[in-house]
């Protein structure tokens, strides 16, 4: 099951695309706004106001790597869309009918996507470092592993829910969108956090959180309250997907 998951996986030129379109899109996004820089200088009495959405004294992040943050933390939402419609297959072909132990099944499907997002994740903060001079510490890594987390979650509860392919298409790409746009990987987020009314829209977005701690790990400022806020997001998330899932997998799941 497992090797015809993998097989499956480098026949799909989908995936191949969509890991390497990151670099592609900051670089393409960032050449638009080339000398905009996506932060302004604060006091700090400033920091706890909502008008921008990283705020501090200090190091400049321009708008190259506020997009590369924000178009790899996209694509790695994008995995939703890839589970989603994997296990919808296995559903449409009758294979989940087949199947004893589905819960394995889930946790492979899941095994699977993950370590795509792990070769997307290593492969371009590769490449942001050779082409962009970007350097990512630790903590920020460790962030970018935990966004394929919910976005695979979401994506096979949809592909166990859903009836009709386009819808469910249609449906996650839409959710994806609009994390992709609220979180800063279609407009620099100085941009949004400055414009009326999307300064707070925004924040429905958990990329939009999972950006802010990334841009401030890069210039070695402290979390605050950033990180607690993260992890609540992340468990609230993942806990209510698995929770989703599971309710799912025993009412059949059948199409």
């Known amino acids: 099951m497992l090797k015809k998951e993998i097989k499956g996986i480098i026949k799909n030129p989908i995936y191949f695309i969509i890991m390497f379109l990151p670099m592609v899109l900051a670089f393409i996004m960032s050449e638009g706004t080339k000398n905009y820089l996506s932060q302004h200088i604060q006091n700090s009495f400033s920091v706890d106001t909502?008008?921008?959405?990283?705020?501090?004294?200090?190091?400049?992040?321009?708008?190259?790597?506020?997009?590369?943050?924000?178009?790899?933390?996209?694509?790695?939402?994008?995995?939703a869309v890839l589970a989603g419609l994997s296990i919808f297959e296995e559903r449409k072909l009758h294979v989940w009918d087949r199947i004893v132990c589905k819960s394995n099944f889930v946790l492979i499907k899941f095994f699977i996507h993950?370590?795509?997002?792990?070769?997307?994740?290593?492969?371009?903060?590769?490449?942001?470092?050779?082409?962009?001079?970007?350097?990512?510490?630790?903590?920020?890594?460790?962030?970018f592993l935990s966004i394929p987390i919910i976005s695979i979650s979401l994506g096979l509860f949809f592909g166990l829910s859903v009836y009709n392919k386009a819808i469910l298409s249609n449906t996650i790409m839409m959710i994806v969108m609009l994390m992709g746009y609220f979180g800063g990987a279609l407009s620099l987020t100085s941009v949004l956090s400055n414009t009326k009314f999307m300064d707070l829209l925004m924040y429905l977005s958990p990329l939009t959180i999972a950006n802010r701690l990334i841009f401030k790990d890069l210039i070695q400022i402290n979390f605050?309250?950033?990180?607690?806020?993260?992890?609540?997001?992340?468990?609230?998330?993942?806990?209510?997907?698995?929770?989703?899932?599971?309710?799912?997998?025993?009412?059949?799941?059948?199409?």
């Open 224 to 255: 605050g309250n950033d990180l607690l806020i993260w992890i609540l997001i992340f468990f609230t998330f993942v806990i209510t997907f698995i929770l989703l899932i599971g309710r799912r997998m025993r009412n059949g799941a059948c199409i």
């Open 114 to 143: 993950y370590v795509f997002s792990l070769i997307m994740i290593t492969s371009n903060v590769i490449g942001y470092r050779l082409l962009f001079d970007i350097c990512f510490p630790i903590n920020s890594i460790c962030i």
């Open 50 to 79: 909502v008008k921008e959405v990283v705020m501090y004294d200090g190091i400049l992040l321009n708008s190259k790597v506020q997009f590369a943050v924000s178009e790899l933390n996209f694509m790695l939402m994008m995995s």
